[in-house]
């Protein structure tokens, strides 16, 4: 991945019987469950049983259709085993299911007449309504399976992990949240999608001459299947109907991805560490796909004139990723680093191309250089810790998503980009009842090169999603001790500057917005419960 990764640990079987439990109730009809039960089986073997569902009310309301929307109706449910019948050997299987029933909003609410003519222009309907002729939804259902194994060997730690999941998803998704009008059109699409992947990973985490080597070496297999049924209702003014009309795309993608992979940390005194890793990656998509028009003499993008029919294409791309970094510990309580690594982000295809040219050819991979300087250090008595870093980031082929002939979305290779600022986050305990907490990230990110043969040139341009200022502030304070326990309270504030959402900087954009949080919480002296409000 160009952006890293984010390694997502899910709590595991423990020996000791214990168990929480946690309800959260709310306005718009919020209702919150959390639990989990989690101890001993046998000597060897433990289990853990979580259960989490979440509800909500929608907050939107679509004027079309007189609904409610952006409401939450999700559940999820995980049982886990752990065996461990000795020191050497941990063993975890792991079996999820979640489900999820919510509706949504559009994606683009254009409030702008002067854009294609006044075509998606529509009147404000506030920041809390749209005027959508249908209405968004998702409904998912999600189940998976993990295995993961730990073995001790005199050469190291084996660990192999094994993970199979499967997603059914419908969804429907009215792209610009109009009515259709004599003046505006609107394009709606209802998605079938049924996915499975299967990976495996080992890897042998070692350490040799007393630690001063160690690091890890490993192989990462993997496999996914799409099948994609996209109908594409294309809806245009009540004067001029007969230029839209209904499409299908019918699209099957099989992914195969192998990976080797190495780091290794070498101490070269007692305060400076060497860490040198590598990445090599093959992966190969292939893709069946049909594009048909089902009514209707030009539904854009697919018209009778270049629909297609069982086309069969594939490709294939390899990259090697490496990374240097050297960290300085000139005491126990500093270290500073500083870091070079590259990413790669793999090509792929077109979910609704206009034609047989554009179904063929897939976009290119992404890649990215990064380079990191930073400090992290805290006081001796752990009262004060502080973290900086800037940053630098290099982009090649970066893939952007844009709107085309305002009538569809089409990923391509359009830019070049340089992504450059700084982060920094601190903790002050300043006593046992009060703790300051905050961080700051500014973000210079833009668009250095733009090309694409069917959109202007966004040269210059902030990249999407990427505010230039974010602040938190948090403040923690024991406020009452009593015999039956202690009241706490917590209040936070963040603030976000203007967020562009489209590489043009001008059609949709997200004011600066800032967002308070205060809690009041009481817990038990012996904290096995607690109440927060």
């Known amino acids: 991945a160009t952006g890293g990764v984010v390694n997502l640990v899910t709590n595991q079987p423990e020996f000791t019987r214990s168990g929480q439990l946690s309800l959260t109730a709310g306005n718009l009809d919020r209702v919150n469950v959390r639990a989990h039960l989690t101890g001993d089986i046998s000597d060897s073997w433990a289990g853990r049983l979580s259960f989490s569902s979440i509800s909500r009310d929608g907050f939107i309301a679509n004027r079309e259709t007189g609904n409610d929307l952006s409401d939450e109706n999700r559940e999820s449910i995980r049982a886990s085993l752990r065996y461990k019948p000795n020191e050497r050997l941990d063993a975890r299987l792991s079996i999820d299911a979640s489900r999820e029933r919510e509706t949504g909003a559009p994606r683009d609410i254009v409030e702008d007449g002067t854009f294609n003519g006044g075509i998606h222009a529509i009147t404000d309907p506030g920041p809390r309504a749209i005027n959508a002729p249908v209405d968004p939804f998702i409904d998912r259902d999600i189940r998976g399976l993990t295995l993961q194994a730990d073995y001790q060997l005199p050469l190291g730690l084996l660990t192999s992990v094994t993970a199979y999941r499967e997603t059914d998803a419908d969804w429907q998704h009215p792209f610009f949240g109009n009515p259709v009008t004599s003046t505006t059109i609107e394009s709606t699409s209802i998605n079938e999608e049924v996915y499975e992947q299967l990976s495996e990973e080992l890897r042998l985490s070692f350490a040799r001459d007393d630690g001063r080597i160690s690091g890890l070496v490993g192989i990462f297999a993997f496999r996914a299947d799409i099948d994609r049924l996209v109908t594409l209702n294309q809806q245009f003014s009540a004067f001029l109907p007969f230029l839209g009309g ?10 195969r991805s192998l990976a080797i992979f190495s780091e290794a940390d070498f101490k070269l005194g007692n305060d400076l560490t060497l860490t040198i890793g590598g990445r090599y990656s093959v992966e190969k998509k292939k893709q ?29 791309w390899t990259a090697f990723t490496p990374k240097i970094s050297v960290a300085w510990k000139p005491s126990s309580e500093v270290m500073i680093y500083g870091m070079a690594a590259k990413g790669f982000k793999s090509g792929g295809y077109q979910g609704i191309p206009p034609d047989v040219h554009a179904a063929m050819t897939p976009f290119d991979p992404e890649y990215i250089w990064n380079y990191e300087l930073g400090l992290k250090m805290f006081s001796s008595n752990q009262r004060f810790k502080l973290n900086a870093a800037v940053f630098h980031m290099d982009y090649e082929d970066l893939q952007v998503a844009e709107l085309i002939a305002g009538e569809r979305i089409v990923i391509g290779n359009a830019a070049e980009a340089e992504s450059k600022g700084l982060e920094l986050e601190f903790e002050l305990k300043v006593s046992s009842r009060l703790q ?6 500014y973000l210079d990110a833009r668009f250095t090169e733009f090309a694409s043969g069917a959109t202007d040139d966004n040269s210059g341009n902030r990249l999407p999603m990427a505010p230039r200022h974010k602040v938190f502030l948090g403040l ?18 963040n603030r976000q500057s203007t967020t562009y959402l489209e590489p043009a900087n001008s059609l949709e954009v997200q004011g600066n917005y800032s967002v308070w949080n205060a809690r009041l919480t009481f817990v038990s002296t ?6 927060s409000a």
């Open 246 to 255: 209904i499409a299908h795309y019918d699209q099957r993608i099989e992914t």
């Open 526 to 531: 012996d904290r096995d419960w607690e109440l």
């Open 288 to 316: 069946e796909h049909s594009g048909t028009v089902l009514l209707g003499p030009s539904p854009p993008p697919l018209s009778p004139l270049n629909q297609f029919k069982d086309l069969q294409t594939d490709d294939r």
């Open 436 to 441: 300051l907490t905050g961080s700051y990230s």
């Open 476 to 493: 923690d304070v024991g406020l009452l001790t009593l015999p039956q326990g202690s009241l706490e309270m917590h209040v936070d504030w």
